[in-house]
């Protein structure tokens, strides 16, 4: 990151994002933008954060003079189109709903356009680009085949180098199994979408309640239709885990935490907290309603304040997340290597030794793609995988650091 302080670029964002959008917050606004402001940097960083709509909402509520006018008018179109672009992908999940509904699946629809319309109270407001739905975990064959009738392709994988890559039938139950999930793409409406059965891979070394999660669902009211959604409890529960996940990288993960907290006045805090701790998430929780009071000064609920106090790390490590929320050079993490971040969140020798153990050997579809293997020789993959990503990958890149040839010659 260079010298150039952000932080009037970054006060601004974390203004235009927070909730509710008082007065006060204009004016605050309003006197950040009547002094210099980096227009490029400004827009690029609500666009890396997913927080534009925000900013186009904010820009276009303060005194014309203070926007150049080739930007407000780029914000008041990048607006109306994320209506449009949001209205359309709405309508796609409920056609999805109702597909899986007619094949008896029950499905219940998660961030995207649910959160989008009910916890922003405008569709327009979020920005997103896939649909994401919970169902049974034993319900993937019926899954597939509803999505397939509706269009969509690929083959279920998830983060694959070859797109026409077909898995085995014991691979495809690996990748239900370990990732939570598939993705599947339609090339004509340009939509993805990702039926869950888990929020995050097992590999974390979580095991959540799952059935518990689907029969606390409510009805909710998306686009005019009733629809199945998480319950309140479960709603701020699973962005907290989604965001500790992607180790709140982006703004947008922090401000929809806060909005669920702030729609549901009935929350309850009791049950959400003993959940929390039963399964070994509380801290997950934690660190995100204290980076929600960090980034928009939210008041906490008294007893999450309490639980806040009593755990030392939580604001040790909601302060590292948010002092690298902006900064372009923060080590990023990915949920296939091991991470001393994500240990520091999991509680006790048993959850620890879970996700190292199962981080450790669960094989990927890159190893299924470098290591093809028939079905039945599939347990080889609990070897194949720690030897290559903890012995071969490594001699592998230091030999390609230090210019290491395959002839054993140096690179000149």
């Known amino acids: 990151m260079d010298d150039v302080s952000r932080e009037a670029e970054h006060e601004l964002l974390l203004l235009c994002t927070q909730a ?13 933008l009547d002094a210099a402001v980096d227009w490029t940097y400004l827009v690029e960083t609500s666009i890396a954060h ?50 899986l509904d007619n094949a008896g699946i029950s499905a219940i629809p998660f961030k995207g356009p649910a959160l989008a319309e009910i916890c922003y109270g405008d569709s327009g407001l979020r920005s997103y680009r896939d649909l994401d739905f919970l169902v ?9 085949t509803v999505l397939r009738g509706l269009g969509y392709t690929g083959t279920g994988q998830i983060s694959s180098k070859q797109q026409d890559f077909e898995l085995s039938p014991r691979q495809d ?17 340009e939509v993805a979408i990702e039926p869950h059965w888990a929020f995050v891979p ?35 529960f699973g962005l907290a885990l989604h965001g500790a996940k992607e180790y709140w990288s982006r703004l947008q993960w922090i401000a929809d935490l806060d909005r669920a907290m702030k729609h549901e006045a009935a929350l309850d805090w009791d049950m959400l907290l003993a959940g929390c701790r039963r399964s070994g998430t509380l801290r997950i929780l934690l660190v995100g309603l204290q980076l929600v009071r960090t980034a928009f000064g939210t008041d906490l609920d008294a007893r999450a ?25 923060a080590a990023r993490h990915s949920n296939a290597v091991l991470s001393a971040e994500w240990l520091s969140l999991l509680p006790g020798f048993h959850n620890k030794l879970k ?30 995988k720690p030897a290559h990503d903890y012995i071969a990958l490594p001699i592998w890149l230091l030999a390609d650091k230090l210019g290491v040839r395959r002839g054993g010659h140096r690179k000149s």
Request: aromatic share 8%; net charge negative; with cysteine.
């Open 305 to 329: 304040a309490s639980a806040i106090k009593g755990d030392p790390a939580v604001q040790r490590l909601a302060g590292r997340r948010f002092a690298a929320l902006f900064d372009d050079d």
């Open 136 to 144: 049974a975990k034993d319900a993937a064959a019926e899954t597939v």
């Open 20 to 32: 509710p959008f008082d007065e006060g917050s204009l004016a605050r606004i309003e006197d950040l």
């Open 355 to 384: 996700y190292v153990f199962r981080t450790a050997i669960t094989p990927r579809v890159q190893h299924f793609e470098g290591f093809p293997l028939p079905d039945c020789l599939f347990p080889a993959y609990y070897a194949v």
């Open 202 to 236: 097992p590999t974390l070394g979580l095991d959540l309640d799952y059935e518990g999660i689907r029969e606390r669902a409510r009805h909710g009211v998306l686009m005019g239709r009733t629809v199945r959604m998480l319950s309140p409890e479960d709603t701020v």
């Open 173 to 189: 139950a690996a990748l239900w199994h370990y990732a939570g999930e598939y993705l599947f793409f339609h090339t004509l409406k």
């Open 50 to 99: 997913a927080v534009t709509p925000m900013l186009c909402r904010a820009l276009d509520m303060v005194r014309p003079a203070l926007v150049p006018v080739d930007v407000l008018a780029a914000a008041k179109t990048r607006l109306a189109e994320n209506r449009i672009h949001n209205g359309a992908l709405t309508t796609e999940l409920l056609r999805i709903l109702d597909a």
